[in-house]
């Protein structure tokens, strides 16, 4: 069974720069994983945030982050990066990485069914 490991989250003001760190515990798949992050805000669903395709690293965010956060993978370290920078009080929410087999299709790599590996959270808080 994979584990994935979150950090890097905690409370910061508006305008603030944050890096959340996921890696997987065990690599069981020779052809790597497309990642993921999602997000959930109290009170609200779960929603996707940025994703990454293993092989050749394409990204795609969700609108209201693109341009602010940045993902990157490390595949030789099996972990995956997010860069958030002028972060708004609207980020705050519990931050997840997922992780999806190789074969999975990137199109459809938006929907948190896809993925077949989950990380237990971490908090960002963004403060006015």
């Known amino acids: 069974q994979v584990q994935l490991v979150e950090s890097g989250g905690g409370l910061v003001q508006a305008g603030d720069s944050l890096t959340l760190s996921c890696a997987a515990s065990?690599?069981?798949?020779?052809?790597?994983?497309?990642w993921g992050w999602f997000r959930q805000a109290p009170g609200k669903t779960r929603e996707f945030v940025a994703r990454?395709?293993?092989?050749?690293?394409?990204?795609f965010y969700r609108d209201s982050v693109e341009g602010r956060f940045t993902i990157s993978r490390d595949n030789a370290k099996n972990s995956v990066s997010l860069q958030m920078n002028n972060l708004q009080p609207e980020d705050t929410a519990l931050y997840f990485c997922?992780?999806?087999?190789?074969?999975?299709?990137?199109?459809?790599?938006?929907?948190?069914?896809?993925?077949?590996?989950w990380g237990q959270g971490t908090q960002v808080t963004v403060s006015s």
């Open positions: 997922a992780a999806a087999e190789a074969r999975t299709s990137w199109s459809l790599l938006t929907s948190q069914s896809e993925y077949d590996y």
């Open positions: 065990r690599h069981t798949s020779s052809n790597g994983y497309h």
């Open positions: 990454i395709r293993y092989y050749d690293s394409t990204t």
